[in-house]
């Protein structure tokens, strides 16, 4: 059976400090073979297919949708949502099904990370979050894991939420308005 590794399993199995290594090694690697197939019919919503083979190694599909309209509904769900399907890349064999929300979250948050590594000073201590939505916890539990951050601030153009995602980041974070 192919395991479904869910949101909660990928955050226990995590080691940002490692997956910003295997993205700075996999920039330095030849680039894999790629497609991606965007649909947008009239509106906000779309729907997207991108596939990745780096052959012997992986082959990767990432199916996800983004409606924006998602958070307004009366039982709010993600604006976006995603599953990834990997397969072995040297027979083929499917390998698993992985939350592709959560996947693409700590993606986004490892990719700033790499790029902090060498744009921010090593005694960084102190991160602006500008944005309160499904990113922001990830980049500030990268942005702890890597960095001596002391201080945590948050804007958004919405107060509450800004506020919301301090209360569930623990530790010393504080809301500001400019």
Same mark, same amino acid.
């Given at each position: 059976?192919?395991?479904?590794?869910?949101?909660?399993?990928?955050?226990?199995?995590?080691?940002?400090?490692?997956?910003?290594?295997?993205?700075?090694?996999?920039?330095?690697?030849?680039?894999?073979?790629?497609?991606?197939?965007?649909?947008?019919?009239?509106?906000?919503?779309?729907?997207?297919?991108?596939?990745?083979?780096?052959?012997?190694?992986?082959?990767?599909?990432?199916?996800?949708?983004?409606?924006?309209?998602? +958070? @307004?509904?009366?039982?709010?769900? #993600?604006?976006?949502?995603? =599953?990834?399907? /990997?397969?072995? *890349?040297?027979?083929?064999?499917?390998?698993?099904?992985?939350?592709?929300?959560?996947?693409?979250?700590?993606?986004?948050?490892?990719?700033?990370?790499? +790029? @902090?590594?060498?744009?921010?000073? #090593?005694e960084?201590?102190? =991160?602006?979050v /500008?944005?309160? *939505?499904?990113?922001?916890?990830?980049?500030?539990?990268?942005?702890?894991?890597?960095f001596?951050?002391?201080?945590?601030?948050?804007?958004?153009?919405?107060? @509450?939420?800004?506020?919301?995602?301090?209360?569930?980041?623990?530790?010393?974070?504080?809301?500001?308005?400019?």
């Open positions: 059976m192919i395991p479904f590794i869910t949101a909660e399993q990928l955050r226990e199995r995590l080691d940002i400090g490692a997956m910003v290594e295997s993205m700075r090694a996999a920039h330095r690697r030849p680039v894999p073979l790629m497609e991606r197939v965007l649909m947008q019919p009239d509106g906000p919503n779309s729907y997207l297919v991108w596939h990745a083979w780096q052959p012997g190694d992986v082959v990767v599909t990432k199916m996800g949708t983004i409606f924006p309209g998602n +958070a @307004a509904l009366p039982a709010p769900l #993600p604006a976006v949502q995603a =599953l990834v399907m /990997v397969f072995d *890349g040297t027979d083929g064999a499917p390998v698993a099904i992985i939350d592709g929300t959560e996947l693409t979250y700590w993606k986004t948050a490892t990719s700033s990370l790499l +790029a @902090a590594t060498y744009l921010a000073r #090593p960084s201590s102190r =991160l602006l /500008v944005g309160a *939505g499904g990113l922001a916890g990830h980049f500030i539990d990268g942005y702890r894991a890597l001596d951050i002391a201080e945590v601030m948050i804007w958004n153009r919405t107060r @509450a939420k800004a506020e919301a995602v301090a209360e569930q980041c623990g530790g010393p974070v504080s809301v500001v308005d400019d």
